[in-house]
């Protein structure tokens, strides 16, 4: 593959409903890292893999939000009954075994009416 | 609690010039720190980090414990610089790369 793909690349939901975003790394990198980028914010860690188990979860803002990685590689990020403040650009990132984020992907854009 | 300030949301210079693109952090362990670049259209991605000690594309960043600061330099800026250039901290000791940006500054490369 050409690198980190995410999808969808545009969501638009309302307010309450669940969304899922997914993450495809980039072949072989077994870390994976979730970040979001809100209007006027940097960039804030979210939740890392490392495999398929996440040791560190410690940025995931509330309990609505949920991610798992499945096979080592895909991974899917769910948000539940969504707010208007999850509108975001939600970034993936893969890695070499454990090091920082390395490559992102081109993000999903999340608004939420 | 750490933090990344890059004072700097935009930096215009002179193809042939020097850049500094300036990051200072507030962290009281053991920071790993690191500069990322997001070109126009193009994904972020990794520059570099201060335990490689290495240049990349011309560009150096020396970690200063003493000023708290991790400048990003290059002695003659290019075209193809002109980018969003983001710089990050971890604890290096955490075992999970959970990075702290500061904002970002916005390098403009004048021909």
Known sequence: GAGVSQSPSNKVTEKGKDVELRCDPISGHTALYWYRQSLGQGLEFLIYFQGNSAPDKSGLPSDRFSAERTGGSVSTLTIQRTQQEDSAVYLCASSLEGGPPQFFGPGTRLTVL | ?111
């Open chain 2, 1 to 111: 609690a750490q933090r990344v300030t890059q004072p700097e949301k935009l930096l215009s210079v002179f193809k042939g010039a020097p850049v500094e693109l300036k990051c200072n952090y507030s962290y009281s362990g053991s920071p790993e720190l690191f500069w990322y670049v997001q070109y126009s259209r193009q994904r972020l991605q990794l520059l570099l980090r201060h335990i490689s000690r290495e240049s990349i594309k011309g560009f150096t960043a020396d970690l200063n414990k003493g000023e708290t600061s991790f400048h990003l330099k290059k002695p003659f800026a290019q075209e193809e610089d002109s980018a969003m250039y983001y710089c990050a901290l971890s604890d290096s000791g955490a075992g999970s790369y959970q990075l702290t940006f500061g904002k970002g500054t916005k390098l403009s490369v004048i021909p």
